[in-house]
């Protein structure tokens, strides 16, 4: 936990007489992918007390009639049902079939039960849907992967998701992102059950960092979810991407969409999972990303072409969300484009690993560009203002929790 482990412990329930601490309960479904399934049998089901790890009880349920088909076809038989649920003082569901489907009413009544009793209850990846439908995430901080992120938002409007956090720890409640950040949660779990060392001790058997810095911000892609399209907001999210060079700001965006900013902003959040103002900035540093690969536009014209203040204020979110400078991020992209005209991504030559948005055969090589403006930014001149949006304005980002990569209860 980013704060302290006490923090957590007074916020758990008290746990029920006939459930053990040590014993992990592991909910299954078919469907399910087997490498987020795999995660928490490995971290808790194998035997290392000779390595210094304390060693914990597994129990794998089935939470639903089996067999259970998993990725590739592959089939499995959990030695136990529901009913052992009722023993386990952690029941992690590690990962859900259907973002779009329900969970059997049985299984959300097991966590139900588990949770009321004092056990604590955990989501990697998809499994914070689970979670959700059983009521357990409302009011609650909560992540899962950056990708589902959105449809967990508007589906359960009562959960705080936070797409960039690779875990959110809120005491009797934790939620991971997806795949790799499984592992770091249940790595997380066992340093505040048995400390540091112990952690440490397992993530050298797992070949894996102990502690990972970041958040999920250098994977996201930054496109709406689908639903957004029947929505009446589109409409105006749809100018703002058309009118990106302009200045406007928030407060402009819910003019149009004739609703108080406040209102503006919670409707936003439910429907993208995202603040309005963190969503606007994104979408000024993609398109200054797209210039500058694709254009010969000095910084400060790219700056204006995009709609930011001043080239101060591109070149401050520009490395907050890329993790590189305009410039070195240009040179660093044409260094490794190859002699043929394609064009490969750049985020190993950058000081952040991060996605380039788009593929090689969707970008124009700069030589190509005209010399006007992009259909994007057309009717922008070099320089042209920008929205009120500086580097001091990205009130949305919070400062990162003392452990990376997590957020903890308050």
Do not use: N
Request: aromatic residues 6%.
């Amino acid at each position: 936990m980013s704060q302290d482990s006490a923090t957590a412990t007074e916020a758990a329930r008290k746990l029920s007489g006939r459930r053990r601490r040590e014993v992990v309960a592991v909910l299954l479904f078919s469907g399910g992918p087997i490498f987020e399934s795999s995660i928490p049998l490995s971290v808790f089901g194998i035997d290392r007390q000779d390595a210094g790890v304390p060693r914990y009880r597994l129990l794998v349920c089935g939470g639903e009639e089996g067999p259970l088909r998993t990725t590739g076809g592959l089939e499995l038989s959990a030695p136990y049902g529901l009913e052992a649920i009722s023993r386990a003082g952690t029941v992690v569901v590690p990962a859900w079939r259907s973002i779009t489907s329900p969970p059997p009413a049985e299984a959300l009544d097991a966590l139900r039960r588990a949770h009321e009793e004092g056990a604590r209850i955990v989501g990697l990846c998809t499994g914070a849907f689970v979670l959700a439908a059983a009521g357990l995430l409302d009011g609650r901080p909560a992540t899962t992967h950056w990708m589902y992120a959105p449809t967990l938002a508007k589906r359960y409007p009562s959960v705080h998701v936070d797409p960039r956090e690779l875990f959110v720890d809120d005491g009797d409640v934790l939620t991971s992102a997806g795949t790799a950040a499984g592992i770091d949660l249940c790595l997380h779990i066992v340093r505040t059950d048995h400390g540091t060392e112990a952690a440490g001790a397992l993530a050298r058997r797992l070949v894996v960092p102990p502690r990972r810095s970041g958040g999920q911000e250098r994977y996201l892609d930054r496109s709406l979810p689908e639903e957004i399209g029947s929505d009446p907001l589109a409409e105006v999210v749809a100018w703002a991407l058309e009118h990106l060079h302009e200045q406007f700001d928030v407060e402009t965006l819910a003019a149009r969409a004739y609703m108080s900013r406040r209102t503006f902003d919670r409707r936003f959040r439910s429907l993208t999972g995202s603040a309005p103002l963190q969503w606007l900035i994104t979408q000024r540093v993609l398109q200054a990303q797209r210039l500058l690969e694709t254009s010969d536009y000095s910084v400060d014209e790219v700056a204006g072409r995009c709609g930011f203040r001043s080239p101060v204020a591109l070149r401050g979110h520009f490395r907050r969300q890329l993790g590189s400078s305009p410039a070195a991020y240009r040179a660093a992209y044409r260094a490794r484009r190859p002699q043929g005209g394609g064009l490969e991504s750049v985020a190993p030559a950058i000081e952040t690993s991060v996605p380039v948005q788009g593929t090689a055969s969707s970008r124009r090589p700069a030589a190509a560009s005209a010399p006007g403006p992009s259909p994007v930014t057309a009717g922008a001149a070099p320089g042209a203002a920008a929205d009120r949006i500086g580097p001091g304005a990205d009130a949305y980002v919070p400062g990162r929790p003392t452990l990376p990569g997590q957020r903890s209860a308050p």
